[in-house]
T-cell receptor, first 111, second 112 residues
């Protein structure tokens, strides 16, 4: 499974967009990019995933570069409740139970 | 639907003892995965069970084992506990054919 690189921490002002980058330069053709977040003392929560096209749902947008070597998770209007550790992970669809999880990005949303 | 539940939420054991953790998946989910989370290592995959069979396994010693019952509930067991086994143990369930995993709140194990 490919590995990912994320900045250890980021800050964002409440109400502004939070853009969280992720590098996955060794991603293979059949591997998806998944994003989860973990709020303190809770289990991780699924956010979004994609293969090559940009994706959007009620929580966030996922922008994947054309070469698929990097992606950005966008929280359009960050709130204090979005303060969490965000994990970018890659793996094959249907077998994501062996995804390699890194240490993620700790996002602090400030009032 | 009720979410993934894990029991107990907190546990304190001493070295050499064994421990059993329990996970009840979301109703209808047949896949259950277990992860160990420590501050320095992040989430590490332990194993996955589907229909009572272990489908995938991570790189953990044989002291870590698990099983799944016919109602999809799962247990994991750690024998001969070591100080380094202190961690948050997370269980996640998913539906057949879907990629999204739903995590429980975890069991915080402390080994003294």
């Amino acid at each position: 499974d490919a590995k990912t690189t994320q900045p250890p921490s980021m800050d964002c002002a409440e109400g502004r967009a939070a853009n969280l980058p992720c590098n996955h330069s060794t991603i293979s053709g059949n591997e998806y990019v998944y994003w989860y977040r973990q709020i303190h003392s809770q289990g991780p929560q699924y956010i979004i995933h994609g293969l090559k096209n940009n994706e959007t749902n009620e929580m966030a947008s996922l922008i994947i570069t054309e070469d698929r070597k990097s992606s950005t998770l966008i929280l359009p209007h960050a709130t204090l409740r979005d303060t969490a550790v965000y994990y970018c992970i890659v793996g094959s669809a249907g077998n994501n139970r062996k995804l390699i999880w890194g240490l993620g990005t700790s996002l602090a949303v400030n009032p | 639907k009720a979410g993934v539940t894990q029991t107990p939420r907190y546990l304190i054991k001493t070295r050499g003892q064994q421990v059993t953790l329990s996970c009840s998946p979301i109703s209808g989910h047949r896949s259950v995965s277990w992860y160990q989370q420590t501050p320095g290592q992040g989430l590490q995959f332990l194993f996955e069970y589907f229909s009572e069979t272990q489908r995938n396994k991570g790189n953990f010693p044989g002291r870590f084992s698990g099983r799944q019952f016919s109602n999809s509930r799962s247990e994991m067991n750690v024998s001969t506990l070591e100080l380094g086994d202190s961690a948050l143990y997370l269980c996640a369930s998913s539906n057949q054919g879907q990629d999204t995993q739903y995590f429980g709140p975890g069991t915080r194990l402390t080994v003294l």
